[in-house]
């Protein structure tokens, strides 16, 4: 039985984001505590941007043992940190932070990895060197998952986005296998893909669907599609219907979230079946 209140040793963590209240995070951690019996907690934290740097230092001052960030922080969070990890320095922002005991603020990005043990997961057939990716959209979600692929030794990767300017840039960034390609040609740059990705908010409710004709996509390609709600975006059901495997976006929500756990609480959790019931039920 619980007792209805935290002893003076319970571990802190949260999230921090504005708003707040439709994140899974705290279900999600609040899930591994009970099941790994942790004297902790983990906190919605709702932070409007003029305050994140004081609730930054606050959290150190709390003594908490770090938080991860959320929209519309992600990015502002960078420059808060008296140290980067080099993933989230390429990244470009920051979604978790661990806190030292001397009050450090050590600042990382685990989409990325998150985004590739939930396509290892999902799809235990695909490998690196399957063939060329196809990614859609160049937003923050992006830069996770071009570097997780670029660091996975993926090759050629083509982007897409509707904007094109922010593809091209993206790709000057990177460099070397990101290559931008125009999105009216989205269809045909299928031909020959071993993997599909969707980054974009396209399919997510309350969104337009992708317009995506997947006829030149090959048999064996696999899709994945970040958007969660629903779990089944319509992407994913066409490729479904084409035999593809496809590997819905809620896993990375779960895997991206294993190393903060790891570092504020001392174990390291599992991805498990109930773990997703938690957090989408
Ligand atoms: P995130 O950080 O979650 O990736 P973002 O930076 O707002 O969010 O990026 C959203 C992505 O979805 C972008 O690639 C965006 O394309 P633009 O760069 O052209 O804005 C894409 N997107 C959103 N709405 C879209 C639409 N109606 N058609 C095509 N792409 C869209």
């Not at 939930?118 to 799809?123: I, M, V």
């Amino acid at each position: 039985m619980t007792p209805g209140f935290l002893g003076g040793t319970a571990r802190l963590a949260g999230v921090i984001g504005w708003p707040v209240a439709h994140s899974r995070s705290p279900r999600l951690h609040g899930h591994w505590l009970r099941t790994y019996g942790i004297d902790g907690a983990y906190v919605p934290l709702a932070v409007a941007p003029g305050h994140l740097p004081s609730a930054i230092r606050g959290l150190a001052a709390l003594g908490f043992r770090g938080a991860n960030v959320t929209v519309p922080h992600k990015e502002a969070a960078l420059a808060l940190m008296d140290h980067l990890d080099p993933v989230a320095q390429r990244i470009g922002a920051v979604n978790t932070i661990v806190i030292g005991s001397d009050g450090r603020l050590e600042g990382r990005n685990t989409d990325g990895e998150g985004f590739m043990a939930n396509l290892r997961d999902g799809a235990p057939d695909w490998h690196p060197g399957a063939g060329p990716a196809v990614v859609l959209g160049a937003g923050g979600a992006a830069r996770a998952v071009l570097v997780a692929l670029m660091d996975a030794g993926v090759a050629p990767i083509y982007l897409l986005n509707r904007t094109f300017d922010r593809a091209a840039a993206l790709a000057a960034a990177f460099g070397g296998s990101v290559v931008a390609v125009p999105w009216e040609a989205r269809s045909e740059w299928l031909a020959g893909a071993a993997l599909l990705v969707n980054t974009t908010s396209l399919g997510m409710i309350g969104q337009p669907p992708l317009e995506l004709d997947l006829s030149a996509l090959p048999g064996d390609a696999v899709v994945t599609d970040l958007v969660y709600v629903p779990l089944e975006t319509p992407l994913l059901a066409a490729a479904r219907a084409r035999g593809h495997r496809v590997v819905d976006g809620l896993g990375m929500l779960l895997h991206q979230a294993v190393p903060g756990f790891e570092a504020w609480f001392g174990v390291r959790p599992v991805v498990t079946a109930a773990l997703r019931e938690a957090v989408f039920s």
